[in-house]
C-alpha cells in the first residue's frame, strides 16, 4: 500500500498562540471544512485535540453519496 503524504503551508494573520488555541479545538472543525462535505461530527465532544484522539464524523464527498469517516490525531 502507498502512503501519500500532502503538505502544505500557510500565512496566516494572527499570532502562534492564537492560531493554535483555533484548530486544536475540535469544535471549529465544521468551520474550516468546506460547506459542500456537510460535514457532521458524530465522536463526543473534547475540548481541545491530542496525540491519540479519534474523531469520527459523517460528510458528504458526493451529492448522492454519504459516508462515515475516523480520524486519528497523530
Aim: aromatic share 12%; no cysteine.
Amino acid at each position: 500500500m502507498t502512503l501519500n503524504v500532502l503538505h502544505y503551508r500557510q500565512s496566516l494573520a494572527t499570532t502562534p498562540e492564537k492560531a493554535w488555541a483555533f484548530f486544536s479545538d475540535p469544535a471549529n472543525l465544521p468551520r474550516i471544512t468546506p460547506k459542500w462535505l456537510d460535514f457532521i461530527v458524530t465522536s463526543k465532544p473534547q475540548p481541545r485535540m491530542y496525540a491519540g484522539m479519534i474523531i469520527t464524523y459523517r460528510i458528504r464527498p458526493l451529492p448522492v453519496v454519504r459516508t462515515d469517516w475516523v480520524t486519528e490525531i497523530t
